[in-house]
């Protein structure tokens, strides 16, 4: 069996998506890049924007046609879509064959074998184990915030943080398959807690794992990043010195509305602490503009923000209402126009701030980690979680750290020379 996946979404998805990957191809399924070579294709969606469904829709579309001319193709859709609106997806294209919700994440490999009749004619050995040099653990499913935009809790569940002992089992095997970097996802890794073992300890436990070189992780909340973690962050020299930190508004009067939870003056407090205990950080960010309710004098206080912070960069999305969240009860009273108008200023402000830091990095010299080697070109990432390009230099360095003049920047990249 070929399988070929289409990730949509998150990291959470792209986890999901990489552990389905490692069971199917432990029961022999072979993965492809081309349609055409495949015997099913699974698309696993995301729900949190309508924009989102809207793109997974299309892509749905395209591969009905496809199995229009190729009949015998399978079509499985999975994750937070297909829990939300499972049966409307099936109503709307009746040729998709299999349907798995992101609860049932765990199931969706028996399920694509009974598909095929694969369930008697193969054994599973082993979870294949390949070489990646950055991967992805989620340590949390779920969330409980219950923010008033967010679906995420209606297509994820409530908050389950995983085992310490067992996070720390597969961080070790992933260690020993030649993992040097690993990335630990949750909706909020900050709230993790199992058996006493917060997220702080937790972090603190991998730290002392042999030879891993980073950690990572993603998302923080602002109302459970506690001077702890920052104090990890400032003194573990594993901990990379990147944290995503979403802000969504910067007026109270919209976070409220929000349930963030948090004030702008404690969000200011956060960045500042960060700031102080970790001097190279990198500070990204989330922003959602136009908002039910949200004035001109609201949205200036976010593009304020967005000036006087300067995020190293941030994701800005238009609000669209979702089912069964609160503010879907609201009026959505901003105006399309608005919210595109707003989106294109702050997108244009962020990007002018990340221009400025940026360049400020060109005849820098940046310890940066190889994650991949391609037609001659390093792809790597520093301490702080920036991508940085190496032409022309020794191929086979793949997983090791390299010391890197950066030579050219630009927004989202940086691109160097070996030292």
Do not use: W
Not at 61 to 66: H, L, M, N, S, T
Not at 253 to 265: D, F, H, Q
Not at 370 to 377: I, L, P, R, S, T
Not at 401 to 417: H, M, R
């Amino acid at each position: 069996m070929n399988y070929l996946i289409e990730t949509m979404g998150c990291q959470m998805n792209v986890c999901d998506s990489t552990m389905l990957d490692s069971y199917l191809s432990t029961y022999g399924a072979l993965k492809v890049n081309d349609i055409s070579n495949a015997d099913v294709v699974i698309i696993n969606t995301c729900s949190v924007r309508s924009q989102a469904e809207q793109k997974a829709f299309s892509y749905i579309g395209r591969v009905e046609k496809f199995k229009q001319k190729n009949p015998n193709i399978r079509i499985v859709v999975v994750g937070c879509m297909a829990e939300l609106i499972g049966l409307k997806i099936q109503e709307r294209f009746n040729s998709v064959d299999l349907i798995v919700g992101s609860k049932n994440i765990d199931k969706i490999t028996s399920k694509i074998l009974h598909l095929f009749g694969l369930n008697n004619r193969l054994k599973s050995g082993e979870i294949s184990q390949k070489l990646e040099i950055v991967k992805y653990m989620t340590i949390v499913r779920g969330c409980n915030n219950y923010c008033s935009y967010c679906i995420v809790p209606f297509v994820r569940g409530r908050e389950e943080s995983l085992d310490y002992r067992v996070i720390l089992n597969k961080c070790s095997v992933m260690v020993k398959n030649g993992t040097k970097e690993i990335v630990l996802l949750g909706q909020n890794v900050n709230s993790y807690n199992y058996d006493y073992v917060n997220f702080t300890m937790l972090v603190k436990k991998i730290v002392m794992i042999e030879n891993l070189r980073r950690i990572r992780f993603m998302t923080n909340h602002p109302k459970d990043l506690s001077d702890e973690l920052i104090n990890v962050i400032a003194t573990e020299a594993k901990v990379c010195s990147h944290v995503h930190l979403p802000i969504q508004s910067a007026s109270d009067k919209v976070l409220k509305a929000m349930n963030r939870n948090y004030s702008y003056e404690q969000y200011l407090g956060l960045i500042n602490k960060l700031r102080k205990s970790v001097p190279d950080i990198n500070i990204t960010t989330d922003i959602i503009v136009g908002f039910p309710s949200e004035t001109e004098m609201d949205f200036e206080c976010t593009l304020n923000a967005v000036k006087s912070i300067k995020f190293d960069g941030l994701y800005v999305f238009k609000y669209s209402p979702r089912p069964n969240t609160k503010a879907a009860t609201m009026i959505d009273n901003v105006s399309l126009k608005d919210k595109k108008t707003r989106h294109a200023i702050v997108l244009e402000e962020s990007n002018k701030i990340s221009t400025e830091i940026v360049s400020k990095m060109v005849g820098s010299t940046q310890e940066v980690l190889v994650e991949k080697v391609e037609n001659g070109v390093i792809e790597a990432r520093t301490r702080n979680c920036r991508k940085v390009f190496i032409k022309n230099a020794n191929v086979d360095c793949l997983g090791e750290q390299l010391d890197v003049t950066i030579v050219e920047a630009k927004v989202n990249s940086l691109f160097g020379i070996v030292t």
